[in-house]
């Protein structure tokens, strides 16, 4: 990934993304408002942070990047493997005059969800992150992105492979076109799981799970979120070669990022993907 930083602001960008066609970032902590524990720049508004505060740090985080927050989409994450196909209806004004799903408060935000997918341009995707993997796909045959968080439960529920297939269903991508990546998230050095994440993999992933869990005995191991995600990809067709991973770790940048795991009460990080227009 490479850095971008605008007006005091740091957001990483995707390096195989095409930037002409998709504007894909995952912020940093860096540039906001907020006070301690969640210093700075936190745009999570489910962590008890001033939600003033946490308005003022989106609103400067899309100023920045010349994103409309005002047609943002977000969505409340519950780990597990929904997709939510985002319409012309979801983004009409409403009777407030507003056009968002969750940008400014969690009234209208997209209810049960994981992962959404859009062929609207100009429509900002967000998902919040402190740990978990943000996953962006574009077909650049049909113009349309998705855009998953990836925590472990989403991660053995393959989260990823089911966006693959709502895009193929609901736009006709084909897997083999898909540019895919990976963000940053805790690092498979440093993701320690009991006995229960350890048998959801292994049910998730079967003959692959060997390649994504690292025993450590005491019926612990490491899971590297990674490349189970990676493996979820290909095994839906997405060739490996076209699938960035950026392997960043949250947990081992704190100056930098948001983690759970270190942290416990922390801010979040937003990982947005929106489509640009494309010249005819």
């Known amino acids: 990934m490479r850095v971008d930083e605008r007006g005091g602001l740091v957001s990483l960008r995707f390096e195989t993304l095409p930037a002409a066609r998709v504007d894909a970032l995952v912020s940093t902590r860096t540039g906001g408002v907020s006070g301690v524990p969640y210093g700075s720049l936190n745009v999570g508004l489910r962590v008890d942070d ?46 407030d005059g ?43 045959e049909h113009h349309a992105i998705g855009l998953a968080h990836a925590g472990w439960g989403g991660t053995v529920a393959r989260i990823s492979s089911r966006t693959v297939e709502v895009m193929r269903g609901r736009y006709g991508t084909e897997p083999s076109s898909l540019a895919a990546a990976i963000g940053p998230s805790i690092s498979p050095a440093r993701y320690e799981v ?39 990809l290909v095994r839906a067709g997405v ?31 937003a990982g947005i993907a929106m489509l640009r227009p494309v010249a005819p």
Request: charged share 35%.
């Open 98 to 140: 507003r056009r968002d799903r969750g940008g400014f408060d969690e009234d209208t935000i997209v209810a049960d969800t994981d992962a959404l997918v859009t062929n609207l341009v100009g429509i900002p995707l967000c998902v919040t992150l402190a740990d978990c993997v943000p996953v962006v796909l574009y077909d650049p």
């Open 50 to 95: 001033d939600p003033a505060a946490v308005l003022e740090n989106r609103r400067r985080l899309f100023a920045a990047y010349d994103l409309p927050l005002e047609r943002s989409i977000w969505c409340k994450q519950i780990h597990r493997d929904d997709v939510a196909v985002i319409e012309a209806r979801d983004v009409a004004e409403r009777e």
């Open 194 to 232: 009991g006995g229960d994440v350890i048998d959801a993999a292994r049910t998730g992933y079967g003959e692959d799970a060997d390649k994504i869990l690292r025993p450590l005995g005491d019926g612990k191991a490491l899971f590297d979120l990674w490349e189970a995600n990676a493996l979820d």
């Open 239 to 269: 060739p490996r070669e076209q699938i960035e991973i950026s392997s960043m770790s949250t947990i081992d940048d704190l100056d930098r990022f948001y983690s759970h795991r270190a942290e416990q009460v922390t801010g979040r990080l």
